[in-house]
């Protein structure tokens, strides 16, 4: 039996996404892998918390680089779950402190990869609880929109609030994403609690096309 059938069949979410293992890094597109099966990328600003969120997704503690600097994904990240599935790490988008020409280039390879990739199903768009819907998120989103990608919002670091002041930010993400129009979802999340992690799967579950 393959894995994929196995997957399908038998083995639940959290078990799926715990085999996950680097397999490359792409500072062009030409170094990407060949653009068949699954992919979910993982977009947001620097500092946003998206490699932390692969690693929990994953259950892995260091599949995903993290740091406290920001910008330090500075190339896309591919990582596979399995034989057809694979899972983007792109770099952050909004760090003013890198070159301006390295920013270019970077934003100039993401910008291509969301838009021609065919084998993308969905993006999965990280901000902050605390500061979401920044304009570069909201870029962001416009486009997915445009070039109808599917987008699901992780509003990270959901620890970092009390209940009360989350709901009122994930109130306030929902209904701006209700007025695009564009079918997108968000969920708080965090990397440090393990909170929102079976919501987020639900998702990934879908976009991979898992018959769980
Ligand atoms: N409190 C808290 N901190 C978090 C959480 N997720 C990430 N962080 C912290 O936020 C910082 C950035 O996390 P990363 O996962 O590296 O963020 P990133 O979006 O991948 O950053 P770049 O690759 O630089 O764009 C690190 O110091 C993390 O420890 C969370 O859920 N809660
Ligand atoms: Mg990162």
């Known amino acids: 039996m393959s894995k994929n059938n196995q997957a399908n069949s038998l083995i639940s979410p959290h078990t799926i996404y715990r085999q996950a ?5 792409a500072a062009k597109l030409n170094q990407t892998p060949t653009d068949i099966g699954y992919e979910v990328a ?25 740091s406290k600097t920001p910008g330090r994904t500075q190339l896309l990240n591919f ?3 399995d034989d057809e599935r694979r899972i983007v790490d792109l770099p952050g988008y909004g760090y003013a402190k890198v070159a301006i020409n390295i920013k270019k280039d970077w934003q100039g390879v993401l910008a ?29 989103l416009e486009w997915a929109k445009h070039i ?13 609030l009390k209940r009360g002041p989350a709901s009122h930010s994930l109130l306030q993400v929902k209904k701006a994403l209700a007025e695009m129009q564009a079918g997108f979802t968000v969920q708080l999340f965090s990397s440090l609690k393990r909170l929102g992690i079976n919501e987020a799967h639900e998702v990934l579950n879908q976009w991979y096309d898992f018959k769980l």
């Open 21 to 25: 293992s680097f397999l490359i890094s």
């Open 42 to 66: 993982f977009a947001g600003r620097s500092n946003a918390g998206k490699s932390s969120a692969i690693n929990i997704l994953c259950d892995q503690k260091s599949l995903a680089r993290t």
């Open 79 to 81: 990582f596979e779950v």
């Open 112 to 140: 291509q990869y969301l838009e021609h990739r065919q084998c993308l199903q969905g993006l999965v768009l990280m901000m902050d609880v605390r500061h979401p819907l920044k304009p570069y998120d909201l870029q962001m």
């Open 148 to 160: 109808q990608l599917p987008v699901h919002v992780l509003l990270t670091k959901a620890d970092k």
